[in-house]
Structures are given as C-alpha cells and as structure tokens.
C-alpha cells in the first residue's frame, strides 16, 4: 500500500487521475456488484411497508442477529451466557428488550475488533479505520456484501430521496489524501473517469484556492456536492465572498455532522438547491436521512436505534439523548448496542411523503473546532493522523496559533519515534510549514459542558 502511495504522490496529475479511477473502478465493481441490485429492489420496496410491517421486519432482523452473535462471536457468547440468556431466549426476542442487553463501549470495540468480536464464520473481509466524534481509532471489518448492502442502502435513501443517483456526476469534499502534501501546488483534486467524480482535498480550501475548485466544477459539472459539511460550506462561503458565479446544482448531500440553518441557506444561495441532511458513519449500523420533504428518517432495515438518557431509559420525542445501534449489516463483526457517541432529538411528527418511518427532530452531530492554515485556508476533521497506531487510545488536536500544533494522546503504550513521526509528518501533511508538538497525557480534559473535543482552537473567534 505504501508503496502504490509512494508512486501515486510521485506521478503527474494524469496519472494521479488514472489511478484514482483504477481504484474507483476495484470500488466500482465490489460496492454495486454481487447482490447489490437485489438489495437496492428491496430497500426501495421496504419504503411501503407499513408501521406494522417495519416492526415484524426488524424484529426479525434482530433475533437473526443475535442468534448469530451468540453462536459464532466468542465476545458476545461470554456476555450472554453471563446474563443467563439461551438461544431460545434470543429466538423469541422483542425489540423492548434490547435494553436488557449490555452496552458495546468504544473502548471495547477498539480492544476487541479485531479478535473476540469477529465471527468464527466470517466471510473475507478487510479492516477500515476511523475515529468518529470521540476520537478513539476503531477499525470496522466490511466484507464485500456488506458494502453492497451499504450502498443499496445509500442509493435508495440518501441519493434517490436528493433527486439523484449513482450515475449523477458529483464532487465531494473527504479527508482521502488525493493531493501529495499541505503544500502540494494546484490542482487541489483528482477526477475519477469511472464513477464521475471529483475528489476535492478537504485541506486546501482557502480564497485563493477556491478559483481553482471552481474550475473543477464548471470542467466536470456535478450533478451535487457531497462529503465534509463544514468542507462545503468553506467551500461555498468563500466562493460567495468572492462572488464568483457558480453553476447551480441538484442538491448537496451531507451527513454525520452538525449541520445548521445558516449552512443550508448558504448552499441554496451559492448552488440554488435544497440540501439533504443524514447520518451513518464508517460503523454503518445505522442510518439516516432527509427525505424529499425535507424531514429526517431512519431506516429501520439498517438497524435498531435507540436513543437514550443518561439514565439509560428511551427518551421521548421531542427529546435529546445518545445513540445506541445495533447494526444489521455486519454479521462477521456485529456491532450490538453499540455507543457510538452521537446525539440525536427524536420528533412525533408524520410525514408527508407518507413513509412510515420514524422521523428524527435533529442530528445533533459533532461539534469540531475550525483549524486555519497561514493562507486562510480552513479545515475540519482530522482523525486521519491517528489510523493505524493501535496503541492511540484517544487523541486531541489543538492549534495553539497559526503556526503551532499540539497533538495530546492518550495511549495504552508508548508511541515509537516513527510513529511519532509520523503523527507530526500528517499534520504537516495538511497544514503546510507548522510546528507540531506531541504530548502524551493521561486523560485529556472535556469542555466545561462535559463533552470531548476531537479538535481545539485557541484562536481568537473573528
Ligand atoms: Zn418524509
């Protein structure tokens, strides 16, 4: 893998654009080959059912799963029998019991992933890492029917509900390092032949930069932009600044964080279309979206969310609490009653897309501190720097001013000189020229309202 790295950041951007879609072709082929059209047939299918219907469905999908989990996942086996559950227990399972069963902790998931929580059946798969709002690294197993299931799921309920689709050009704004390094001269993307799509660099969105991101949309035309919300708004707020003329697009599509009233009315102002909310994560059990309405569903053949106090007990709609999911998708690694450290405020409205699925008031969402660059240039989301060093238990990025960075992390060994390294070596990666120091702390403080913060700035708010 380093080594396709090391030759991708070497090439010539038609190279680099040649390999980005030879990898967006392998992509191509394992995310809508296999059973994804039957699983799409049957997500959009699913879209009827009744209130009735979805509670047979996923009380069904439920006991499967935990069947499964108990027979073949050593982890939740020892978990169960502890609890004094049998099989027949499990065969004949409510939903309303799900509170009955142990919560997954991050913290176990991040132990655990790789060894006691996969099945002893798992089908070939490969490990994907991320660390979402609380900056703990977990790893998730996706075998290639997962994918499919993943993206039928994406395509009936997040692009079909936006008035596009898998054929829509688009460009997206993601932390996927397309372009070589934080001081890497234009262009900031890289354009993929196969799937249509532009891949922005998340980490080079400043004023100046913004012109060239712009060539690439009148060049490609997108149908819709996707990816990082806060990304996009950069994005689009400094080609509003700018008053550039921007062609106008179909929709933009973002999720899994916050996203505000000032950034919808942004994006309709810059692109002239409606923007469509949602949330999943890298974990996939769960999703969310905006219909054409404009209100959030869940997808209740995704998996169970529940969304509780911090007692514990279900909340009411209208109310806030943290997320719970158990995942139906991923039966080589399942992921039951998971804290997936998110927060969401459930409504009792109906819809009137007539869809008998249970409305979200809000996705709360992460809440990051904006990093700025010497150039102006603003980003968000830097969990990259922390993948692949398994002792990182936990880590803190601040900007202490333009040009300083501290990186605090708890870890359950110490790190090595190359990993250290390499931690600096990818914040320099997206910031350009800065001091990066790294600290090794024992615990690292929440904010006064008792939350923690994958990203800090101490500069002043302009
Ligand atoms: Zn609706």
Partial sequence: MSLVKDIYNRSPVFFQNVMVS???YQWHKRRFGGIFADEYRRFKERENFTAEQWKDYQVLQLRKLLVHSFTTVPFYREQYKKAGLTIADLQKFEIEDISKLPFLEKDELRKYGDNNLLSEKKSAGTFFSSSGSTGTPTKIYYSPEMHQK???????????????????????????????????????????????QIYFSAYHISPENSKQYLEAILKYKPDYMTGYAMSNYFLAYFFDELSLKVPQLKAVITS?????????????????????????????????????????????????????????????PGETGEVVCTGFFNYDQPLIRYRIGDK?????????????????????????????????????????????????????????????????????????????????????SQLGDVIVTVEEVKEIPLTSNGKFKAVVSKLKKN
């Fill in 150 to 196: 993943i993206t039928a799921a994406m395509e009936s309920r997040v692009r079909n509900w936006a008035g596009v689709d898998r054929f829509s050009p688009r460009g997206m704004i993601g932390g996927r390092r397309v372009v070589p390094n934080g001081e890497s001269k234009p262009p900031f993307y890289r354009y993929n032949f196969i799937e249509k």
């Fill in 22 to 24: 030879a990898y967006g």
């Fill in 344 to 428: 969401i405020t459930l409504s009792a409205k109906t819809c009137s897309c007539g869809r008998s699925m249970q409305v979200v008031g809000e996705i709360v969402g992460r809440t990051e501190d904006v990093i700025i660059g010497k150039d102006g240039r603003r980003m968000v989301r830097f969990h990259g720097i922390f993948v692949d060093i398994p002792s990182i238990v936990k880590g803190q990025v601040i900007q202490e001013s333009l040009d300083e960075i501290t990186v605090k992390l708890v870890t359950s060994s110490p790190l090595t000189q190359g990993e250290n390294d390499s931690i600096k070596k990818r914040v320099s």
């Fill in 256 to 316: 899994s964080e916050k996203l505000t009233p000032e950034m919808r009315s942004l994006f309709l102002k810059v692109y002239g279309c409606k923007t469509f909310d949602g949330w999943s994560g890298v974990e996939n059990c769960g999703l969310i979206s905006e219909c054409e309405q404009g209100n959030l569903h869940m997808s209740p053949d995704t998996g169970v969310i529940e969304v509780i106090d911090d007692n514990g007990n279900q909340v009411k």
